[in-house]
Nanobody, 124 residues
């Protein structure tokens, strides 16, 4: 079992930046592949970015490539999402998720543990 708590969300103007954090507790953090997803009102939850256990491999949704960066610090049991050049369409609740199986990082069904989410609102 792993428990995930997101933080760092808020209100920001278009073009601004935010850094989300996801702190994990429970089983060894380094054994989990980690992902960030988001869900806007009335829409499906979608993949944003994912990172391998060691941090050596990352993947991103096309909509955020070049603007968002996912990273992790296994010693601090934390995964981060640095979001730059934010757009109003990035407005959503952002969720951190952990996977203990080897599937595609973008596969939502491969993540077993989820945080409660943090709201990101980008104003135009």
């Amino acid at each position: 079992q792993v428990q995930l708590v997101e933080s760092g969300g808020g209100l920001v103007q278009a073009g601004g930046s935010l850094r989300l954090s996801c702190a994990a507790s429970g089983r060894s953090f380094s054994t989990y592949r980690m992902g960030w997803f988001r869900q806007a009102p009335g829409k499906e939850r979608e993949f944003v970015g994912g990172i391998s256990r060691s941090g050596g491999n990352t993947e991103y949704a096309d909509s955020v490539k070049g603007r968002f960066t996912i990273s992790r610090d296994n010693a601090k049991r934390t995964v981060y999402l640095q979001m730059n050049s934010l757009k109003p369409e990035d407005t959503a609740v952002y969720y951190c998720a952990a996977s203990d199986i080897t599937v595609a990082l973008a596969s939502k069904s491969g993540y077993k543990f989820w945080g409660q989410g943090t709201q990101v609102t980008v104003s135009s």
